[in-house]
């Protein structure tokens, strides 16, 4: 049984931070890719950042760089998306998703790429 589970949204002020959790069972995490997405309402879903599964190498979307981060810590079996200077066009609600890359140096939030999606949690930036 694999499973990711999303946590850590809520809501915040613009300029303000969140950090987002994705806890993982039933798989090692060290020998898959962890991807970010959001969905807004009325939109597609789109990918926002992802963390390799060799050494920790990041990719991030035009729109979140120099404000997210990603993150993993193999031992606690945790992926960790740290967002900071929200805007109000950050608000969606965000998954985590896994693949199976065990040598996957690089990679790329790509929605048909990832075979195993949590269940989301929901970011709503706003004054």
């Known amino acids: 049984q694999l499973q990711l589970v999303e946590s850590g949204g809520g809501l915040v002020q613009p300029g303000g931070s969140l950090r987002l959790s994705c806890a993982v069972s039933g798989f090692t995490l060290v020998y898959h890719t962890i991807g970010w997405f959001h969905q807004a309402p009325g939109k597609e879903r789109e990918g926002v950042s992802c963390?390799?599964?060799?050494?920790?190498?990041?990719y991030y979307a035009d729109s979140v760089k120099g404000r997210f981060a990603s993150s993993r810590d193999n031992a606690k079996n945790t992926v960790y998306l740290q967002m900071n200077s929200l805007k109000p066009e950050d608000t969606a609600v965000y998954y985590c998703a896994a693949t199976y890359r065990p040598f996957q140096a690089t990679c790329v939030p790509d929605f048909h790429s990832y075979d195993y999606w949590g269940q989301g949690t929901q970011v709503t930036v706003s004054s």
């Open positions: 963390i390799s599964s060799r050494d920790g190498s990041t």
